[in-house]
Antibody
């Protein structure tokens, strides 16, 4: 059974870069039937899509993040990473990694438990 | 980009049927599939409906999804409400470049 585990520093200072990792167990990220996506949720608020990375390494990002975000994959460690630059308090929240089936449109069949990030000095 | 609008909160009694709405601001609701997610307090979201009306294995058939072109909206209907259905529900769709979530509806079962 595929599991996703997000990890990273719980606290980041304003203007710095946030780096998170999503480690996949039970399946290879190079599996051509799925891609991975990051979604975040400010405390007490709704969900916001951050971006996605395909097995080929191709990426798409939420245009509202204005070029601050980069996703990458590390197939040797079966991980994907998220890098968000110039963070502010508005970037505080829970960050989720989810697997999306390529056989369907946006069927997110596996979610990680999320990792909480606080941006504060 | 379009916006997906959901009512902030809905309450219903156990055993009843409730319908949660998700209205698309521009462009036809039928252009792009709609997904629905359930998020119980303190937990990650899970998919309860994908591609407008498809139910993942393991999701009870009390959950059903539909779209209505006349109101340009999608709906999630939960029948035979149970206390465990109390959660936040989010609709989601997409356009060429972006994935768009509705603001979520808090469903209270009391």
């Amino acid at each position: 059974q595929v599991q996703l585990l997000e990890s990273g520093p719980g606290l980041v200072k304003p203007s710095q870069t946030l780096s998170l990792t999503c480690t996949v167990s039970g399946g290879a990220i190079s599996n051509s039937y799925y891609y991975l996506t990051w979604i975040r949720q400010p405390a007490g608020k709704g969900l916001e899509w951050i971006g996605r990375i395909y097995p080929s390494g191709n990426t798409n990002y939420n245009s509202s993040l204005k070029g601050r975000v980069t996703l990458a994959q590390d197939t040797s460690n079966n991980q994907i990473s998220l890098r968000l630059t110039s963070v502010t308090a508005a970037d505080t929240g829970v960050y989720y990694c989810a697997r999306v089936s390529l056989d369907y449109n946006y069927y997110m069949d596996v979610w990680g438990k999320g990792t909480t990030v606080t941006v504060s000095s | 980009n379009f916006v997906l609008t959901q009512p902030q909160s809905v309450s219903e009694s156990p055993g009843k049927t409730v319908t949660l709405s998700c209205t698309r601001s521009s462009g036809s609701i039928a252009y792009n599939y709609v997904q629905w997610f359930q998020q119980r307090p303190g937990s990650s979201p899970t998919t309860v409906i994908y591609e407008d009306d498809q139910r993942p294995s393991g999701v009870p058939d009390r959950f059903s999804g539909s779209i209505d072109r006349s109101s340009n909206s999608a709906s999630l209907t939960i029948s035979g409400l149970q206390t465990e259905d109390e959660a936040d529900y989010y609709c989601q769709s997409y356009d060429t470049d972006n994935v768009i979530f509705g603001g979520g509806t808090k469903l209270t079962v009391l």
